[in-house]
């Protein structure tokens, strides 16, 4: 694609960065076929490719509306886009420039600008988003429909375990996760205890930066990932072998650091060697896969019907594919076929707030599709995910880690 940038932008490291990304794109249009709300929308704007038109006329000069605005918006990020590229289009990285550019340029109503600021000050702060959860729990059964389906039940927290292992991980405990389903880190302790890991937190370790990145107010991000980089550096420096996440969407945020911190002289360095050591907790149950076999060797156990949503940011994202299926395979449990695995089930962070429409006609297709194999359970890798899918479904919804720990726990007891 053939690009002519204003001089006011071309220079800059977000404008070189954007027109190589733009250089590289060959209007193929097989971006089309993968795209949730191309399929739902049919319009060429709410494509990857139209996207990318919207952002190279802007990064041009060309007039900038709330219509561009609108488009860019609509985009879940889910990044399915990249993994069909024929190209290598990084996509994600040129819309996070996009959007950071049409934001200064356009900007928003009172309204919808206190909105955005709400989400960003609620759901990046543990202590008060745990506080407003516990009240809505208390009044959710008085609540009326529309607003209880956002307020979960409350869920029973479990034990960590005591054991110190010589090999030690730290952990990032999420903004919403400890709050909405504390049973995720725990049994990602106990789990990774039996292979002989220690998990440990670093108290100072906040949000991964990704929610407010995403919401365009990226210093505030930016911000958030610097005071992450300060919390687990000493932890590294003693022996930490791996920052491990259990939610794929800010792991995959924390692999990003080092790209997005670059510029910073005072920080890039430290990011690149954040990004390099983070894992998601999938790459850690892979490489100790010897150790999980041995646990189970000797026992047969009961066959489970799983249905498994590998979430945008773990298989587009991260580029992880079919590596938790393939551990839950060699776990015992039975995997239906799901239709359409690629597409996003419209949580996508804040979507599912901001573009309730779009996200709950992403949310019917997904659930058709997870229970057409009749499962008995879903199983999924990200808190968001799991908070959308479990709105949609009565089938119960886990995070796949929780299910292998209680197998290791049933063969343990046998």
């Known amino acids: 694609m053939q690009t002519n940038l204003t001089d006011s932008i071309k220079h ?15 209007h193929c249009g097989f971006c089309l076929a993968t795209c949730p709300t191309y399929q739902l929308l049919d319009d060429e704007l709410d494509s990857p490719r139209g996207r ?21 918006d609509r985009c879940l990020t889910c990044r399915a886009c990249e993994t069909t590229c024929p190209s290598g289009v990084q996509y994600g990285r040129l819309l996070d420039i996009g959007r950071g550019m049409v934001e200064q340029k356009v900007g928003r109503g009172a309204l919808a600008a ?12 543990p202590a008060v988003f745990a506080a407003l959860l516990k009240m809505g729990q208390i009044l959710r059964p008085f609540l009326p429909h529309a607003l209880r389906q956002f307020v979960p039940p409350a869920t029973a927290k479990t034990l960590w375990p005591q054991s110190k292992q010589a090999r030690t991980m730290l952990l990032l405990d999420g903004c919403v996760q400890p709050a909405l389903q504390p049973n995720i880190n725990a049994a990602a302790a106990r789990l990774l205890d039996k292979l002989g890991i220690t998990l440990i937190r670093a108290q100072q370790a906040g949000c991964c930066g990704g929610i407010a990145y995403h919401l365009n107010a990226q210093q505030d991000g ?81 066959p489970t019907k799983l249905a498994f949503h590998s979430p945008c940011t773990l298989q587009h994202g991260q580029q992880i594919a079919n590596v938790v299926e393939n ?42 599709a997870l229970e057409s194999g009749t499962p008995t359970v879903i199983a999924s890798a990200n808190i968001g995910c799991l908070m959308q899918l479990q709105k949609g479904t009565t089938t119960p919804v886990r995070h796949w880690v929780e299910l292998l720990d209680e197998r290791l726990s049933w063969a343990a007891e046998k």
Not at 17 to 23: C, F, G, S, T, V
Not at 118 to 123: A, T
Not at 327 to 348: M, N, Q, R, V, Y
Request: net charge neutral; with cysteine.
């Open 327 to 368: 551990i839950l395979l060699a776990a015992g449990f039975e995997l239906t076929d799901t239709p359409d695995k690629h597409l996003c089930c419209g949580s996508a962070g804040t979507y599912s707030i901001l573009q309730q429409d779009l996200s709950q006609q992403l949310l019917k297709n997904k659930i058709s």
């Open 52 to 72: 990318i038109y919207l952002i190279k006329q802007m990064l041009e000069g060309e007039l900038v509306s709330e219509k561009t605005r609108l488009h860019l």
């Open 114 to 125: 206190l909105q955005r600021t709400i989400l960003r000050k609620v759901l990046t702060q």
């Open 222 to 302: 930016l911000d958030a990932m610097r005071r992450n980089i300060d919390a687990w550096l000493p932890y590294l420096e003693q022996g930490a072998e791996a920052i491990v996440i259990t939610a794929s969407g800010c792991a995959v945020t924390v692999k990003e650091y080092g790209h997005l911190l670059q510029d910073d002289p005072h920080y890039a360095d430290k990011a690149a060697r954040i990004s390099a050591a983070t894992r998601d907790i999938s790459e850690i149950v892979l490489r100790e896969q010897t150790q999980l076999a041995n646990l189970m060797s000797h026992h047969k156990l009961p």
């Open 12 to 26: 800059s490291r977000a404008g070189q960065e954007a027109d190589a990304i733009l250089r590289s794109c060959v």
